[in-house]
């Protein structure tokens, strides 16, 4: 079973680490050949490289968030000053 080549910046959190577990699921039981192991793990770290890029992203917004004195959210700000 080769993994199809894939944009990894089109998929969104969910869908990049539904696709990093199964790699690791599959390098872990070890009943890949070397080379597509290479080709898989290679696959894994641009996954693992964009699920923490849209991570980041996501605590950068919510830290942009503006409270109001009541304590509650009033809207956000522009990541981009």
Known sequence: MSEEKIDVSKLNF?????KLEKIV?????????????????EQGEALKKHCATLLQAAE???EKIRVGADGTAKGSEPLDE
């Open 14 to 18: 969910e869908q990049a680490l539904d």
């Open 25 to 41: 699921d599959r390098l872990e039981r070890g009943d890949v050949a070397l080379d597509e192991s290479i080709k898989i793990y």
């Open 60 to 62: 950068d917004k919510v």
